[in-house]
């Protein structure tokens, strides 16, 4: 059943309707439960035999175009054995419910009949329609099928006047499917091969590489790696090519919703009407109809997001990972699984080439290619004449000495003056939503909260200043007093983006800006129209969180800023230096892509960190042998595996019960049924947020390493706790997790 806790995840029989063809991989509509709810299940298995039992009937059977393959009921085991998760859980990521649920949207064509005389019928007509209607035949006649809202448009026709047509049998009304375009105006016209740049001579060494990979008939991966801006789309679009030659599919994956319009129009301009888009952020009609169109066969090559690696692909040939390692492509939702590992197991299935590219590579896929396990392939050169930007690393303290609540210091504000009177684009990075970070009382020192979680309030300016919790979506207006003294002495603290929005709007007002965060997106694909817009050149000046960080190509932008790059270092995560690095080599590379010279400013209070200056030097071969060397010390990954499981309940009293009967579990099971697993436990202790939503949070962090043995004592450890109902605490697992 795709909607089942875990204790109702198992096989159920039904009966198969007669009229129907019921197959495994079938997705049908079922009665369930002594209410019969309706529920949507999976068939696993179709027997000749004779029940035994009264068994009820499968209410309908969903066409074969939303069935899950052999391959995709494959990967529904492997989830259900590497996550601890449900069969359920694993096939409702796989075969979301707009894909089933909805229905294929009709559009009425019209046309005349065949032999018709619509002319000579209408003559002895004496309606007030008369000359519409004989225009409209006559309209028909020429071009055979019209759409008939077009119709309608054109010859001033209500719904009425068409039916009357139908039932004179002066017309007929036909259905098609309308294909929903999540790209709707895009061109799909494919440019000519030659308008594309040849390889350089360290692309075609790289190109040769992966081809002989790809040509193995082997399951196998590479990791490309190599500088921004040194041409890595560029050979992937090769390998696409040869790959398609073969007549084998791709899938191209990207980390976030924000790069996808930039993909689609590649890959549209190279590949044409061959290309389906996939992700979280299309309508269920888009997503609906994406999906059949690949599992139809109609598309060979899939873009999207995380999620798009469970498209319905057969003959999969290449699986590539754009950006490999952003932890967008971590799942921390129901389903806690890295696209990663699920493309692993897909090109397995498939004896495809799985390829993970980036400047900056996931520390542990850099370890496996060091190791020999993945190919490595390395491309150290900017491509064509651009070098690397020059990087100035500027100390904030003297200024914030002076003024603390500055944001653009001297060197960065004289730069983009600069850049300005040149013409020439900016983009500004700052990795923190909002205007400030929390709003406190001077007189009682207490902050303002969110009532359901356990974290402050963030300050968002506007036309009315509002405090929000980035965390369950609570939003209150500013109080004009503390909420706790009714003292009137409300002072805001820290920075947010918004803050850099107004500071830059002062400082110079001459400048067009844009701002790309997750508060100023609103609407249907405004991550790709702020990014159109800014390439356009409508702004001079593009300020962001993360998400104007990694791939994009603007070929005016000069200057890159970073305002306040400490704040990606001092997370409490293991992979907080290696994310800093990632991000500030990723922005710096934003700037000098083409032919005019790129510049890069750090802002920093700890200018001494050689984070920076690694980064400034895109030097990411010294930043792993330092950052190995402290993971093999302290036994982080790649040396061993992390399990996060995360005990919740709304009653604290409950939670801390579920948490003791755990901790006791687990110490019974290493020392009695499991000795010979070795397992380091951390825990248990408050989560980050020990309260979201109304929910009290308690979490272990366990070291293993992961073999059949390992995951069978976590499989122990949640059937034994499942099975207590008396402390009914909800336990999830998460096996990587991207942050700890």
Do not use: W
């Not at 040869?242 to 899938?251: C, Q």
């Not at 003056?417 to 205007?435: A, F, P, S, V």
């Amino acid at each position: 059943m795709l909607s089942t806790p875990k204790a109702t995840d198992r096989v159920y029989d039904y009966l198969c309707p007669a009229e129907s063809a019921v197959f495994r991989g079938a997705v049908c509509k079922v009665p369930f439960g002594k209410g019969n709810r309706e529920c949507y299940g999976v068939v696993t298995e179709v027997t000749e035999e004779e029940p035994s039992m009264s068994l009820k009937a499968i209410a309908q059977v969903m066409p074969s175009e939303v069935a899950l393959t052999e391959e995709l009921l494959a990967l529904c085991d492997y989830l259900q054995e590497q996550l601890f998760c449900t069969f359920g859980e694993a096939a409702k990521a796989i075969l979301p419910s707009p894909v089933y649920q909805k229905s294929a949207k009709k559009i009425r064509f019209l046309s005349l009949p065949p032999d018709s005389d619509a002319k000579g019928a209408l003559q002895g007509f004496r309606g007030k329609n008369k000359e519409k209607y004989l225009a409209l035949t006559e309209y028909l006649s020429l071009v055979g099928t019209a759409e008939e809202k077009q119709c309608r448009e054109l010859f001033e026709l209500d719904g009425g006047a068409v039916s009357f047509l139908e039932k004179k049998g002066l017309i007929q009304i036909a259905l098609q499917e309308e294909f929903r375009d999540p790209f709707l105006g895009v061109s799909r016209e494919k440019e000519k091969p030659s308008l594309l740049s040849p390889l350089s001579p360290d692309q075609e060494k790289a190109f040769l590489l992966l081809r002989e990979k790809a040509d193995s008939g082997k399951a196998a991966c590479a990791l490309l790696h190599g500088v921004t801006g040194s041409g890595k789309t560029r050979v992937m679009l090769a390998l696409c090519d040869h790959v398609l030659k073969k007549g084998k599919k791709i899938l191209f994956l990207v980390p976030e919703i924000a790069l996808t319009g930039q993909s689609a129009r590649l890959l549209y301009r190279h590949y044409g009407d061959r290309v389906a888009i996939l992700h979280s952020a299309l309508s269920e009609g888009e997503r609906r109809d994406s999906y059949v169109s690949i599992r139809n066969g109609e598309k060979d090559i899939v873009l999207g997001t995380r999620s798009a690696v469970f498209a319905p692909l057969d003959r999969i040939g290449l699986i590539v990972m754009d950006e490999e390692q952003d932890q967008s492509y971590k799942s921390d939702t129901q389903l806690k699984f890295h696209a990663r590992d699920v493309a692993r197991f897909r090109c397995a299935k498939n004896d495809a080439m799985l390829l993970l590219a980036s400047a900056t590579p996931d520390v542990e896929s850099y370890y496996k290619a060091k190791k020999g396990l993945y190919t490595l392939v390395e491309m150290p050169r900017r491509f064509g004449n651009a070098v690397l930007p020059e990087v100035r690393i500027v100390d904030l303290r003297p200024e914030m000495r002076k003024n603390p609540g500055i944001l653009l210091g001297s060197v960065l504000k004289e730069e983009i003056r600069r850049n300005l009177e040149k013409k020439e684009q900016t983009i500004l990075l700052m990795n923190r939503r909002g205007y400030r970070r929390f709003v406190s009382c001077t007189d009682c020192g207490s902050v303002i909260r969110c009532p359901h979680c356990s974290v402050s309030l963030t300050l968002h300016n506007g036309e009315t200043k509002r405090l929000s919790c980035h965390y369950c979506g609570y939003a209150t207006s500013l109080p004009q007093s503390c909420p706790d003294c009714a003292s009137p002495h409300l002072i805001p603290h820290g920075f947010g983006i918004q803050q850099l929005e107004e500071e830059i709007g002062k400082v110079f007002p001459e400048a067009s800006l844009l701002r790309m965060d997750s508060d100023s997106l609103s609407g249907k694909n405004a991550h790709d129209q702020i990014l159109s817009a800014f390439r356009r050149k409508e702004a001079d000046i593009l300020i962001g969180t993360q998400m104007v960080a990694k791939g994009h190509n603007f070929p005016d932008v000069t200057l890159v800023g970073i305002v306040m790059a400490d704040s990606a270092l001092y997370l409490s995560d293991f992979r907080a230096a290696e994310h800093a690095f990632s991000l500030l080599t990723q922005v710096i590379g934003r700037a000098g892509r083409a032919e005019k010279k790129g510049r890069a400013v750090i802002q920093t209070l700890n200018p001494r960190h050689n984070v920076f200056s690694m980064a400034a030097e895109q030097d990411f071969k010294s930043f792993f042998e330092g950052e190995i060397a402290l993971r093999r010390a302290f036994c982080f990954p790649p040396f061993c595996q992390l399990a996060v499981f995360t005990l919740a309940h709304e009653t604290e009293t409950l939670l801390r019960m579920g948490t003791k009967k755990m901790s006791d579990t687990l110490q019974d099971a290493l020392q009695n049924r499991f000795p010979d697993v070795k397992m380091i436990v951390y825990g248990p202790f408050d989560a980050p947020i020990y309260k979201m939503k109304n929910v009290f949070r308690k979490r272990f962090i366990i070291k293993f390493k992961n073999n059949a043995r390992a995951r069978a004592l976590f499989r122990y450890l949640l059937e034994t706790m499942n099975d207590s109902d008396r402390y009914a605490v909800r336990i999830t697992v998460d096996i990587g997790p991207g942050m700890i």
